[in-house]
């Protein structure tokens, strides 16, 4: 009988990460530690965030949300997004105009933890996707700007209005 000694083929212990553009399917291997993805691209290092936006309709406000985990670039692009909205949708009521202020200060405090995450990067387990654009800072955005400027503008209007009437 013939012994056949069979041997792994040698592997480079690091192997170089998977790069971007292409990826290839692979199946999920074990890990020993539970990795965090982003929802939205799959990219790793992500972190457990929740963003948050709010619409002032008169009468009627909307809370919205939006759940990670977010890698940095698409948590940055989130926060934007849904902050710069904020400011622009938020005012319209009178508990909204406190709560949008609420709103973009705790985004700001969230901000902060998708911001200190390494760069993205695809997740060994595979089937991650090129990250969001993160896009302009916030006050680089003209919806912001503007939004910035709405409660000033409001609040200038209901003085006029309270000076002018019967007075
Ligand atoms: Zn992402």
Redesign the pocket.
Known sequence: MKMTQQQYPSQPQYAPPPQYPQQPFAAPQPQGLPLV???????VP?AHVKFRGHQGMILLMRFLSLDGP??????L?TFRKMTARTLVQGWWGYASFVITPITVLINLVKRDKVASLPA?QPSPTGG??P??DPGPPLLARPMAIIGLAIPLVLIVLIFVLALTSNG
């Open positions: 993805q982003c929802r939205f691209c799959g990219s992500a977010f890698c940095r670039d698409c948590g692009a993205p991650s996707r990250p969001m």
